[in-house]
Structure formats: structure tokens, C-alpha cells
């Protein structure tokens, strides 16, 4: 029998308020809004391996 691997907090970001973000090239903040995009998903295709461990009960966690 597989243990469930446990699911692990997910880490608190800092919030970067709009007007610091405001001096950036459009294309720096384009890059970033996509590099915490793809990050937001992996770190769910992670969640979803992980849960795959938790057996049945709680897969629609």
C-alpha cells in the first residue's frame, strides 16, 4: 500500500502593488505575468501527483 505524500503549504508571495510595477517596459511585465502563470500551474500539476496519493476519498479535494 502507497503512502499519501502529505500536500505541502503553499508559500505566501508578496504582493508587488500596480504602481511599483508601473516603471516596468510593457514586456518585462508581460514576461512576469506569464513566468507566475506558468509557475500558478505547475505548482497545481504538482498538487494533482500529489493528491493521486491520498487514494479515492480525497481526490476532489
Not at 3 to 23: H, Q, S
Request: one cysteine or more.
Amino acid at each position: 500500500m502507497q503512502e499519501p505524500l502529505p500536500v505541502p503549504d503553499r508559500p505566501t508571495l508578496p504582493r508587488i502593488p500596480a504602481d511599483d510595477m508601473a516603471c516596468l517596459p510593457d514586456e518585462a511585465y508581460e514576461a512576469l505575468a506569464v513566468r507566475d502563470a506558468a509557475l500558478q500551474a505547475h505548482v497545481r500539476r504538482l498538487e494533482v501527483i500529489i493528491r493521486t496519493t491520498h487514494g479515492q476519498e480525497n481526490r476532489n479535494e
